[in-house]
């Protein structure tokens, strides 16, 4: 197949959904919502398989939005802080964009943390459940950088490529027109991801060989390997000095995912237990 079959420029029509009035309803949070909703869904449905209550896991989403979005804002302003201490008007304006996937993670898993502590059930159980909906949903909300014109990468005249207007594009870039996807790159390696875990646990299920803990260290070094190179090709990138954060991040995933499956496969032995069980 030659590449001018496959040959497709995305062009966002904007981060409004719609308006109603004064209501304007942005892409984005329609997105957030609808991973959210989806997400949700799937994991009762998991949980149910696996004879854990799905009222647990209704219960658990509503602590990890309230935990994930403002970890994910607050980690984002943290390393843009040169900017938003100059507008601290705007350090609430999430509609606008501005999260980072990182910061929702550790905040959804300190609230798996307190909420396993809480609830009597193991931490990673819930984690498995919840980590083929947490990448499904990073899939889903990597559109909303494309409505946004944001998260892009360096310029590119691929077949498939981005068209950024001129006052979202980086200074150094004003005079180019198109950009790589990488919105498109994330969701795409999101999805495989997520078929990936879908696979291990139905696989799991049948052979009842799956370890607890499996599917979330999967989702971490599996996730973090794409978001590394990926991460490589943006422009608007968190840094640290010299260092791009998310690939730092990414980096320290990959080690202690794929450390994790090796001390459950390779030495045959269970992960420590997080939250300690209390004693009757």
Do not use: C
């Not at 997520?194 to 260290?217: D, H, S």
């Amino acid at each position: 197949m030659s590449l001018s079959l496959l040959a497709f420029t995305f062009t966002s029509p904007g981060p409004t959904l719609f308006e109603l009035g004064p209501l304007s309803v942005r892409w984005y949070g329609f997105l957030i919502a609808s991973a959210v909703l989806i997400g949700v869904t799937l994991a009762q449905y998991l949980a149910q398989r696996r004879g854990v209550d799905p009222e647990l896991i209704g219960d658990f989403a509503i602590w990890g939005v309230l935990a994930a979005i403002p970890f994910a804002r607050l980690y984002y302003v943290l390393f843009q802080w040169d900017v938003y201490s100059q507008h601290p008007e705007q350090i609430i304006a999430i509609w606008r964009g501005g999260i980072a996937i990182h910061g929702a993670v550790i905040g959804g898993i300190l609230a798996g943390l307190i909420f396993s502590r809480l609830n009597k059930l193991p931490f990673w159980q819930l984690a498995d459940l919840v980590s083929p909906s947490l990448i499904l949903g990073q899939a889903i909300g990597r559109w909303g950088n494309f409505f946004n014109s944001e998260a892009f990468g360096t310029p590119t005249d691929l077949p498939w490529k981005l068209y950024i207007p001129p006052e979202r594009r980086p200074q150094n870039y004003i005079d180019f027109e198109y950009f790589h996807p990488t919105f498109l790159y994330e969701s795409i390696w999101n999805l495989f991801v997520f078929a990936v875990l879908m696979v291990l646990f139905f696989r799991g299920e049948r052979e009842r060989n799956l370890k607890p803990g499996t599917l979330f260290l999967t989702y971490l070094a599996a996730y973090s390997f794409g978001r590394f190179w990926i991460e490589g090709l943006r422009t608007d990138s968190l840094m640290l000095g010299p260092l791009r954060i998310a690939q730092v991040v990414s980096l320290v995933g990959i080690v202690l995912g794929t450390l994790g499956l090796v001390w459950l496969y390779r030495f045959n032995r269970r992960l420590p237990e997080i939250v300690p069980q209390e004693s009757d």
